[in-house]
Protein backbone atom coordinates (compact mmCIF):
# COMPACT_ATOMS: atom_id res chain seq x y z
CA UNK A 1 0.00 0.00 0.00
CA UNK A 2 0.94 3.57 -0.59
CA UNK A 3 1.49 5.93 3.11
CA UNK A 4 2.77 9.13 4.10
CA UNK A 5 6.02 8.29 5.71
CA UNK A 6 8.14 10.55 7.68
CA UNK A 7 12.17 10.43 6.12
CA UNK A 8 13.54 13.09 8.19
CA UNK A 9 13.37 16.43 9.70
CA UNK A 10 11.29 18.46 7.22
CA UNK A 11 11.01 15.95 4.81
CA UNK A 12 8.11 13.28 4.51
CA UNK A 13 7.08 11.07 1.27
CA UNK A 14 4.87 8.78 -0.21
CA UNK A 15 6.40 5.47 -0.05
CA UNK A 16 5.08 1.87 -0.74
CA UNK A 17 5.48 0.00 2.81
CA UNK A 18 3.54 -3.46 3.77
CA UNK A 19 0.15 -3.86 3.73
CA UNK A 20 -1.27 -3.89 7.72
CA UNK A 21 -2.28 -7.06 9.25
CA UNK A 22 -4.74 -8.55 11.89
CA UNK A 23 -1.98 -9.30 15.34
CA UNK A 24 -4.65 -9.48 17.53
CA UNK A 25 -8.30 -11.08 18.09
CA UNK A 26 -9.61 -7.38 18.64
CA UNK A 27 -7.62 -5.89 15.88
CA UNK A 28 -9.81 -4.56 12.23
CA UNK A 29 -8.51 -3.37 9.42
CA UNK A 30 -9.94 -0.40 7.79
CA UNK A 31 -9.41 1.33 3.79
CA UNK A 32 -8.87 4.83 4.32
CA UNK A 33 -11.50 7.06 2.57
CA UNK A 34 -10.04 9.98 4.40
CA UNK A 35 -8.27 11.51 6.94
CA UNK A 36 -6.72 14.95 7.33
CA UNK A 37 -3.38 16.46 8.29
CA UNK A 38 -3.66 17.93 12.26
CA UNK A 39 -1.66 20.63 13.09
CA UNK A 40 -0.04 18.50 15.78
CA UNK A 41 1.39 17.00 12.98
CA UNK A 42 3.84 19.89 12.33
CA UNK A 43 5.44 18.68 15.70
CA UNK A 44 6.49 15.69 13.71
CA UNK A 45 7.91 17.58 10.75
CA UNK A 46 10.19 19.96 12.82
CA UNK A 47 10.60 19.42 16.96
CA UNK A 48 9.89 16.16 17.63
CA UNK A 49 12.44 14.43 15.11
CA UNK A 50 14.33 13.13 17.54
CA UNK A 51 11.78 10.67 18.42
CA UNK A 52 10.82 9.66 14.89
CA UNK A 53 12.44 6.79 12.70
CA UNK A 54 12.88 7.35 8.82
CA UNK A 55 9.85 5.16 7.58
CA UNK A 56 7.42 6.44 10.46
CA UNK A 57 3.76 6.40 8.91
CA UNK A 58 2.30 9.30 9.72
CA UNK A 59 -1.56 10.27 10.72
CA UNK A 60 -3.95 10.32 12.86
CA UNK A 61 -7.15 11.34 11.62
CA UNK A 62 -8.67 9.19 9.40
CA UNK A 63 -11.74 7.13 8.65
CA UNK A 64 -12.51 4.67 6.34
CA UNK A 65 -14.15 0.92 5.75
CA UNK A 66 -13.81 -2.04 7.67
CA UNK A 67 -12.23 -4.41 5.31
CA UNK A 68 -10.99 -6.97 8.08
CA UNK A 69 -11.92 -8.15 11.59
CA UNK A 70 -10.22 -10.08 14.22
CA UNK A 71 -12.05 -13.13 15.79
CA UNK A 72 -12.79 -11.66 19.10
CA UNK A 73 -14.05 -8.64 17.81
CA UNK A 74 -18.26 -7.94 17.64
CA UNK A 75 -18.94 -4.33 17.26
CA UNK A 76 -17.89 -4.25 13.86
CA UNK A 77 -18.48 -6.11 10.70
CA UNK A 78 -16.73 -5.67 7.16
CA UNK A 79 -18.46 -2.94 5.71
CA UNK A 80 -19.06 -0.62 8.45
CA UNK A 81 -17.83 2.94 7.96
CA UNK A 82 -15.98 4.06 10.94
CA UNK A 83 -14.26 7.12 12.11
CA UNK A 84 -11.08 6.21 14.43
CA UNK A 85 -10.01 8.35 17.26
CA UNK A 86 -6.58 9.60 17.64
CA UNK A 87 -6.17 7.93 20.58
CA UNK A 88 -5.54 3.68 21.13
CA UNK A 89 -7.73 2.63 24.15
CA UNK A 90 -8.65 -0.36 25.42
CA UNK A 91 -12.46 0.47 26.98
CA UNK A 92 -11.92 -2.07 30.27
CA UNK A 93 -9.25 -0.69 32.34
CA UNK A 94 -9.75 2.22 35.42
CA UNK A 95 -8.76 5.09 33.16
CA UNK A 96 -10.97 3.86 30.71
CA UNK A 97 -13.65 3.75 32.83
CA UNK A 98 -12.91 6.63 34.23
CA UNK A 99 -13.68 7.89 30.61
CA UNK A 100 -10.31 9.09 30.75
CA UNK A 101 -8.81 6.95 27.66
CA UNK A 102 -5.99 8.87 27.05
CA UNK A 103 -4.52 7.72 29.91
CA UNK A 104 -5.38 4.59 29.28
CA UNK A 105 -3.72 1.80 31.95
CA UNK A 106 -3.52 -0.88 28.94
CA UNK A 107 -1.67 1.12 26.08
CA UNK A 108 0.06 3.53 28.32
CA UNK A 109 3.53 4.62 27.06
CA UNK A 110 5.41 3.70 30.57
CA UNK A 111 8.49 3.55 29.31
CA UNK A 112 8.38 7.18 28.41
CA UNK A 113 6.30 8.42 31.08
CA UNK A 114 3.59 9.29 28.52
CA UNK A 115 0.03 8.31 28.04
CA UNK A 116 -2.16 5.66 25.83
CA UNK A 117 -0.56 5.42 22.42
CA UNK A 118 -1.66 7.45 19.61
CA UNK A 119 -1.48 6.61 15.70
CA UNK A 120 1.29 7.64 13.86
CA UNK A 121 2.89 9.74 16.70
CA UNK A 122 6.55 8.86 17.12
CA UNK A 123 7.92 6.34 19.66
CA UNK A 124 6.84 8.75 22.42
CA UNK A 125 3.46 7.42 22.13
CA UNK A 126 4.08 3.82 20.77
CA UNK A 127 5.34 4.78 17.43
CA UNK A 128 2.00 3.09 16.30
CA UNK A 129 1.58 3.17 12.20
CA UNK A 130 -0.80 5.89 11.48
CA UNK A 131 -3.93 6.52 8.82
CA UNK A 132 -2.30 8.83 6.14
CA UNK A 133 -2.54 5.49 4.29
CA UNK A 134 -4.46 3.52 1.96
CA UNK A 135 -4.96 0.85 5.41
CA UNK A 136 -4.47 0.71 8.94
CA UNK A 137 -4.41 -1.52 11.87
CA UNK A 138 -6.92 -0.50 14.21
CA UNK A 139 -6.14 -2.16 17.66
CA UNK A 140 -9.33 -2.59 20.59
CA UNK A 141 -11.39 -2.31 17.77
CA UNK A 142 -14.29 -2.90 19.09
CA UNK A 143 -13.95 -0.04 21.80
CA UNK A 144 -12.12 2.53 19.37
CA UNK A 145 -13.77 3.06 16.10
CA UNK A 146 -17.37 4.21 15.99
CA UNK A 147 -19.70 3.47 13.18
CA UNK A 148 -21.16 6.48 11.22
CA UNK A 149 -23.75 6.62 8.92
CA UNK A 150 -23.59 6.10 4.55
CA UNK A 151 -25.88 8.98 3.72
CA UNK A 152 -23.32 11.87 4.30
CA UNK A 153 -20.07 12.68 2.65
CA UNK A 154 -16.51 11.77 4.53
CA UNK A 155 -16.54 15.29 5.32
CA UNK A 156 -19.19 15.46 7.64
CA UNK A 157 -17.92 13.02 9.60
CA UNK A 158 -13.92 13.29 9.69
CA UNK A 159 -13.65 15.90 12.04
CA UNK A 160 -15.25 13.57 14.86
CA UNK A 161 -11.57 11.64 14.69
CA UNK A 162 -9.99 14.25 16.50
CA UNK A 163 -10.76 18.18 16.38
CA UNK A 164 -14.52 18.38 16.87
CA UNK A 165 -13.85 16.38 20.65
CA UNK A 166 -10.82 18.48 20.89
CA UNK A 167 -12.22 21.80 21.31
CA UNK A 168 -15.68 19.94 22.66
CA UNK A 169 -13.25 19.15 25.63
CA UNK A 170 -11.44 22.02 26.28
CA UNK A 171 -14.61 23.88 26.47
CA UNK A 172 -15.92 21.26 28.74
CA UNK A 173 -12.97 21.47 30.75
CA UNK A 174 -12.99 25.23 31.05
CA UNK A 175 -16.24 24.94 32.95
CA UNK A 176 -18.05 28.05 31.85
CA UNK A 177 -21.04 28.90 33.81
CA UNK A 178 -24.55 29.40 32.70
CA UNK A 179 -24.49 32.35 30.81
CA UNK A 180 -21.08 32.99 31.32
CA UNK A 181 -18.15 34.52 28.72
CA UNK A 182 -15.26 32.21 27.58
CA UNK A 183 -12.64 33.98 25.63
CA UNK A 184 -11.25 31.84 23.26
CA UNK A 185 -6.94 32.46 22.13
CA UNK A 186 -6.30 31.69 18.48
CA UNK A 187 -9.16 30.83 16.13
CA UNK A 188 -6.89 28.55 14.10
CA UNK A 189 -9.16 24.82 13.54
CA UNK A 190 -9.16 24.19 17.08
CA UNK A 191 -9.82 27.86 17.93
CA UNK A 192 -13.14 27.81 15.40
CA UNK A 193 -14.41 24.68 16.94
CA UNK A 194 -14.15 25.75 20.51
CA UNK A 195 -15.47 29.33 19.74
CA UNK A 196 -18.63 27.66 17.59
CA UNK A 197 -18.89 24.78 20.44
CA UNK A 198 -19.21 27.55 23.29
CA UNK A 199 -21.84 29.68 21.23
CA UNK A 200 -24.10 26.53 20.71
CA UNK A 201 -23.73 25.91 24.50
CA UNK A 202 -25.32 29.61 25.26
CA UNK A 203 -22.06 31.33 25.89
CA UNK A 204 -20.37 34.95 25.26
CA UNK A 205 -17.44 33.67 23.24
CA UNK A 206 -14.84 36.60 22.72
CA UNK A 207 -11.80 35.12 20.26
CA UNK A 208 -7.97 36.60 19.98
CA UNK A 209 -6.90 36.20 17.13
CA UNK A 210 -4.31 38.57 14.93
CA UNK A 211 -4.92 37.35 11.27
CA UNK A 212 -8.12 39.05 10.18
CA UNK A 213 -9.93 36.17 8.13
CA UNK A 214 -9.72 33.62 11.06
CA UNK A 215 -11.57 36.81 12.43
CA UNK A 216 -13.98 37.04 10.34
CA UNK A 217 -14.61 33.43 10.32
CA UNK A 218 -15.29 33.25 13.61
CA UNK A 219 -17.96 36.35 13.72
CA UNK A 220 -19.86 34.63 10.93
CA UNK A 221 -20.90 32.00 14.05
CA UNK A 222 -21.79 34.59 16.47
CA UNK A 223 -18.04 34.84 18.02
CA UNK A 224 -16.95 38.68 19.27
CA UNK A 225 -13.54 39.05 17.92
CA UNK A 226 -10.49 40.96 19.59
CA UNK A 227 -7.04 41.61 17.44
CA UNK A 228 -4.07 40.14 19.96
CA UNK A 229 -2.17 42.74 21.18
CA UNK A 230 -0.29 43.89 24.24
CA UNK A 231 -3.07 45.37 26.27
CA UNK A 232 -5.35 42.54 25.32
CA UNK A 233 -5.78 41.76 29.15
CA UNK A 234 -7.29 45.62 29.95
CA UNK A 235 -9.79 45.14 26.36
CA UNK A 236 -11.26 41.99 27.92
CA UNK A 237 -11.88 43.36 31.08
CA UNK A 238 -13.39 46.67 29.39
CA UNK A 239 -15.36 44.06 27.87
CA UNK A 240 -16.48 42.38 30.82
CA UNK A 241 -17.35 44.48 33.14
CA UNK A 242 -14.06 45.50 34.48
CA UNK A 243 -13.71 41.37 35.53
CA UNK A 244 -12.31 39.34 32.85
CA UNK A 245 -13.80 36.36 30.84
CA UNK A 246 -14.91 33.36 33.36
CA UNK A 247 -13.12 30.86 31.30
CA UNK A 248 -10.21 30.96 28.66
CA UNK A 249 -9.49 28.44 26.12
CA UNK A 250 -6.08 28.51 24.89
CA UNK A 251 -6.12 27.20 21.40
CA UNK A 252 -2.33 28.79 19.95
CA UNK A 253 -0.53 25.72 19.86
CA UNK A 254 2.75 24.41 21.43
CA UNK A 255 5.09 25.99 18.90
CA UNK A 256 3.83 28.94 19.88
Avoid at 119 to 130: A, K, T
Avoid at 241 to 252: H, K, L, T
Wanted: aromatic share 8%; glycine share 12%; with cysteine.
Amino acid sequence: MRALTWQGKRSVSVEEVPDPIIQEPTDAIIKITSTAICGSDLHLYEVLGPYMSKGDILGHEPMGIVQEVGSAVTNLRVGDRVVIPFNIACGTCLMCSLNLQSQCETTQVREKGLGARIFGYSELYGSVPGGQAEYLRVPFADYGPFKVGQDLPDVRYLYLSDIVPTAWQGVQYADVPDGGTLAVFGLGPVGQFAARAGVHLGYRVIGIEPVPERRAMAERHGVETLDYSDTIGDELREMTEGRGPNSVVEAVGMEA
